[in-house]
């Protein structure tokens, strides 16, 4: 692991109301992690991956407890605050892609850079290298409705990359494709990781998933039940 | 700038159903436009054809002269004053001697005001020169609405009959020497022309008068003698009312038009909010803050009276500059109305009227965007993010 931490998690709880009840959803979690980390968040449904990913990503505050994202403490962020974080140093990749419909390829990867107020021709350069990336400079004109699954997610992922986060979070990214665009997902966010140095962290129960990240940490009833690195060449 | 540029991105890519409510909305603009301007050229339009008819630049009024009650004409005569003589040429007064009376068109009868004016007047637009043929036959003119009322044309011979000062009665025969069209009922509907001095002889009133029209703006002798100057604004400020009143009903026609394009903007945000919570979540994860989808979707809806205005320009300024140039037909007659309204209306379309609608119908639809986006800042962004529906 490397030596630089950029997320620390300690004794991280949280609750969501149900009726009159609550349901805790993740219960006691630490966790650190460093600079370059491709990691795998691993457990069935409902064991709390996404809930923690989310709080990762400062969608979500913690009911009980610590996360500190990049010198960040989750739970004293301001909106603000927690959007200006996401906006430079976190990248999300989503399940169902989360594309914006109505723009381009370019349009969509584009979309983040617009945010951070990024002047056009730096710009443009930024989402052609994002582009290049994940092998899609010949599709900046196609919408996502003209796209195989497989596109789609490689558009999300230079989306999530092109303003070069510190911290790339996906939640489920394999579970609408097949093995082969999975690998190949894969194959590029790992080229990613290798080449930028940027942190992955997946929410999965995908085996093909699994088989690509470098630590596994198993999540069972909201409580970290592995935490294991493993060696790849 | 970021938010508009987005804003415009998001509308130009929904396709047909921005343009639907783009299309809805341009239709309130120019409608709305439109009423008003024929409002505004109506407004214009009897107010010229009074003043050309009728009003000039003003009228002296005898003391007792009460023209919503025809029994105060006996009373309401005097001499022309001495300072209007001195002050004006003959050709920029017109005395009008007026007193009630009947004819006998067809048989029965007909009461009318008679009214007696210089044969030789150009200050007002009636055809008075035919009154002055050079016959002994009493030459009168009438308006179109009182030959079609009284069944009379031109050349034709009818009874007339008055009192004199005194009370006397007493009848001639008048002949119709010329028919004119006018707009303006009050020199027209019920009433007839003859010369001023033939008026004077039938009721024993020599170089008397009831009203004087004049060439100039006389308030600064606003009374003298028996007389009262009125200026403009006081002689148009019935047909000001009238048109006010009926600018209340076009009020009610915008507030419809602009209630329906609302509507349709409404509608568009509240069911943009209900299928786009996955984009709003998206938008919330990549940096932006609710506040600012807030603004987005605000910007978003508002927009769509921008190119709404872009697209009404289109279709609207070549179709209310031709109406504005070649008229509109009123298939009603002045006379139906009760006050002066042109058989042809020319619609006014001026830059404040187009400029103050725009700015309303924005004002309006930003507000009506603004209010459904509200809900956004309330959403769950991890829910959002799901398609949840919240």
């Given at each position: 692991?490397?030596?630089?931490?950029?997320?620390?998690?300690?004794?991280?709880?949280?609750?969501?109301?149900?009726?009159?009840?609550?349901?805790?959803?993740?219960?006691?979690?630490?966790?650190?992690?460093?600079?370059?980390?491709?990691?795998?968040?691993?457990?069935?449904?409902?064991?709390?991956?996404?809930?923690?990913?989310?709080?990762?990503?400062?969608?979500?505050?913690?009911?009980?407890?610590?996360?500190?994202?990049?010198?960040?403490?989750?739970?004293?962020?301001?909106a603000r605050e927690s959007a200006a974080l996401r906006k430079s140093q976190l990248g999300f990749i989503f399940q169902t892609y989360n594309l914006f419909q109505v723009y381009t390829v370019f349009e969509n990867v584009e979309f983040p850079l617009l945010l951070q107020g990024i002047e056009t021709s730096r710009r443009r350069q930024m989402v052609l290298d994002a582009l290049d990336w994940v092998g899609l400079s010949d599709k900046i004109r196609s919408k996502p409705a003209q796209l195989s699954g497989g596109?789609?997610?490689?558009?999300?992922?230079?989306?999530?990359?092109?303003?070069?986060?510190?911290?790339?979070?996906?939640?489920?990214?394999?579970?609408?494709?097949?093995?082969?665009?999975?690998?190949?997902?894969?194959?590029?966010?790992?080229?990613?990781?290798?080449?930028?140095?940027?942190?992955?962290?997946?929410?999965?129960?995908?085996?093909?998933?699994?088989?690509?990240?470098?630590?596994?940490?198993?999540?069972?009833?909201?409580?970290?039940?592995?935490?294991?690195?493993?060696?790849?060449? | 700038?970021?938010?508009?540029?987005?804003?415009?991105?998001?509308?130009?890519?929904?396709?047909?159903?921005?343009?639907?409510?783009?299309?809805?909305?341009?239709?309130?603009?120019?409608?709305?436009?439109?009423?008003?301007?024929?409002?505004?050229?109506?407004?214009?339009?009897?107010?010229?054809?009074?003043?050309?008819?009728?009003?000039?630049?003003?009228?002296?009024?005898?003391?007792?002269?009460?023209?919503?009650?025809?029994?105060?004409?006996?009373?309401?005569?005097?001499?022309?004053?001495?300072?209007?003589?001195?002050?004006?040429?003959?050709?920029?007064?017109?005395?009008?001697?007026?007193?009630?009376?009947?004819?006998?068109?067809?048989?029965?009868?007909?009461?009318?005001?008679?009214?007696?004016?210089?044969?030789?007047?150009?200050?007002?637009?009636?055809?008075?020169?035919?009154?002055?043929?050079?016959?002994?036959?009493?030459?009168?003119?009438?308006?179109?609405?009182?030959?079609?009322?009284?069944?009379?044309?031109?050349?034709?011979?009818?009874?007339?009959?008055?009192?004199?000062?005194?009370?006397?009665?007493?009848?001639?025969?008048?002949?119709?020497?010329?028919?004119?069209?006018?707009?303006?009922?009050?020199?027209?509907?019920?009433?007839?022309?003859?010369?001023?001095?033939?008026?004077?002889?039938?009721?024993?009133?020599?170089?008397?008068?009831?009203?004087?029209?004049?060439?100039?703006?006389?308030?600064?002798?606003?009374?003298?003698?028996?007389?009262?100057?009125?200026?403009?604004?006081?002689?148009?400020?019935?047909?000001?009312?009238?048109?006010?009143?009926?600018?209340?009903?076009?009020?009610?026609?915008?507030?419809?038009?602009?209630?329906?394009?609302?509507?349709?903007?409404?509608?568009?945000?509240?069911?943009?909010?209900?299928?786009?919570?996955?984009?709003?979540?998206?938008?919330?994860?990549?940096?932006?803050?609710?506040?600012?989808?807030?603004?987005?979707?605000?910007?978003?809806?508002?927009?769509?009276?921008?190119?709404?205005?872009?697209?009404?320009?289109?279709?609207?300024?070549?179709?209310?500059?031709?109406?504005?140039?070649?008229?509109?037909?009123?298939?009603?007659?002045?006379?139906?109305?009760?006050?002066?309204?042109?058989?042809?209306?020319?619609?006014?379309?001026?830059?404040?009227?187009?400029?103050?609608?725009?700015?309303?119908?924005?004002?309006?639809?930003?507000?009506?965007?603004?209010?459904?986006?509200?809900?956004?800042?309330?959403?769950?962004?991890?829910?959002?993010?799901?398609?949840?529906?919240?």
């Amino acid at each position: 692991m490397n030596t630089e931490l950029i997320i620390t998690i300690e004794g991280l709880k949280k609750h969501f109301p149900m009726g009159n009840s609550r349901f805790t959803a993740l219960n006691g979690i630490d966790l650190i992690f460093g600079k370059g980390e491709f990691a795998g968040i691993i457990g069935p449904s409902g064991s709390g991956k996404t809930t923690l990913l989310n709080i990762i990503g400062t969608l979500d505050a913690p009911s009980e407890g610590k996360a500190v994202i990049l010198g960040h403490s989750a739970d004293n962020l301001s909106a603000r605050e927690s959007a200006a974080l996401r906006k430079s140093q976190l990248g999300f990749i989503f399940q169902t892609y989360n594309l914006f419909q109505v723009y381009t390829v370019f349009e969509n990867v584009e979309f983040p850079l617009l945010l951070q107020g990024i002047e056009t021709s730096r710009r443009r350069q930024m989402v052609l290298d994002a582009l290049d990336w994940v092998g899609l400079s010949d599709k900046i004109r196609s919408k996502p409705a003209q796209l195989s699954g497989g596109e789609s997610q490689r558009v999300a992922i230079a989306r999530a990359m092109v303003k070069r986060p510190a911290i790339v979070l996906a939640d489920e990214p394999t579970a609408n494709l097949d093995a082969e665009n999975s690998h190949h997902i894969l194959q590029t966010m790992e080229k990613l990781n290798r080449e930028l140095n940027t942190t992955f962290i997946f929410a999965t129960h995908d085996e093909k998933v699994i088989g690509y990240v470098r630590r596994k940490i198993f999540l069972l009833d909201g409580k970290v039940a592995k935490d294991e690195l493993i060696e790849r060449n | 700038m970021i938010a508009f540029k987005l804003a415009l991105r998001n509308l130009l890519g929904a396709g047909l159903r921005t343009w639907l409510n783009v299309i809805v909305l341009s239709f309130s603009f120019i409608i709305i436009i439109w009423t008003k301007g024929i409002l505004e050229g109506w407004d214009r339009e009897a107010k010229q054809d009074m003043i050309k008819w009728e009003i000039a630049s003003g009228q002296y009024w005898n003391r007792n002269f009460d023209p919503y009650d025809p029994l105060t004409l006996t009373e309401s005569h005097s001499s022309i004053p001495d300072l209007l003589k001195n002050s004006l040429p003959d050709s920029e007064f017109v005395p009008v001697l007026i007193t009630q009376g009947s004819i006998y068109p067809e048989g029965r009868m007909m009461s009318l005001i008679i009214k007696g004016i210089p044969p030789g007047q150009k200050l007002l637009d009636l055809p008075t020169a035919v009154l002055d043929n050079g016959s002994d036959e009493i030459q009168s003119i009438i308006g179109k609405a009182m030959a079609e009322s009284s069944k009379l044309d031109e050349g034709d011979y009818v009874t007339l009959r008055w009192r004199d000062k005194n009370g006397t009665f007493d009848a001639t025969e008048i002949r119709i020497a010329g028919v004119f069209d006018t707009n303006v009922p009050a020199v027209d509907v019920g009433q007839v022309w003859i010369p001023l001095e033939k008026l004077r002889e039938m009721m024993l009133l020599p170089g008397e008068a009831t009203i004087i029209v004049t060439g100039k703006d006389m308030s600064q002798y606003s009374v003298t003698d028996d007389w009262i100057f009125k200026d403009l604004d006081f002689l148009l400020s019935d047909i000001e009312n009238i048109i006010k009143a009926k600018g209340s009903v076009g009020i009610i026609i915008w507030g419809i038009m602009l209630m329906m394009a609302m509507l349709a903007v409404f509608d568009t945000q509240v069911l943009s909010i209900f299928r786009r919570q996955k984009e709003i979540g998206t938008y919330v994860a990549l940096g932006m803050t609710r506040g600012q989808v807030v603004k987005l979707f605000t910007i978003e809806g508002a927009m769509h009276s921008v190119l709404a205005a872009a697209v009404g320009a289109v279709y609207g300024i070549p179709l209310l500059t031709l109406q504005a140039i070649k008229g509109i037909n009123i298939p009603l007659s002045s006379s139906d109305f009760g006050i002066a309204m042109a058989e042809k209306l020319y619609p006014v379309y001026s830059i404040g009227l187009i400029a103050g609608t725009i700015l309303i119908v924005m004002l309006v639809t930003t507000l009506v965007s603004y209010w459904p986006s509200r809900k956004i800042a309330r959403l769950n962004p991890t829910e959002a993010l799901r398609g949840r529906i919240q």
